[in-house]
């Protein structure tokens, strides 16, 4: 499912792929799968449809490495920086050992426009 997810993302039908995220959600043989969340964070990261998420406290123990991860990166490369710091911050207050590329990215002195060239 993750990469019909990743596949009408690239096909630029984001209507279509959140439809499929939401059957998958209702089936507990597929969800929760960190493979498919994964696939449509980076979806929505490159449609710009990845907003601020509320109770972010509460969302940071429940996800594993890879989905945080995968978040983490997201807002850094959708340029919402403040949201990934805070996310990054979170993440050493509740002891979570995360990439050390997500540390780099987040090096002070970056932009966005540093690390991602071209993504505006």
């Not at 019909?4 to 507990?28: H, M, N, S």
């Not at 850094?76 to 710091?85: D, N, P, Y």
């Not at 002891?95 to 780099?104: E, I, Q, S």
Request: glycine share 10%; net charge positive; charged share 20%.
């Amino acid at each position: 499912m993750s990469f019909t997810i990743r596949g009408l993302g690239y096909l630029e039908l984001p209507e279509r792929a959140l439809e499929t995220f939401c059957w998958v959600k209702k089936q507990p043989n597929l969800f929760p799968d960190d493979h498919i969340l994964i696939s449509t964070i980076k979806f929505l990261v490159g449609s710009n449809e990845l907003k601020v998420l509320f109770g972010l406290d509460k969302f940071t123990g429940l996800v594993s490495r890879n989905v945080y991860e995968a978040i983490l990166r997201g807002y850094i490369k959708g340029g919402s920086l403040k949201v990934a710091l805070k996310l990054l911050s979170m993440a050493m207050e509740y002891n979570r050992v995360l990439d050390t590329g997500v540390y780099a990215k987040l090096k002070p002195g970056n932009s966005s426009e540093q690390l991602y060239p071209g993504k505006n």
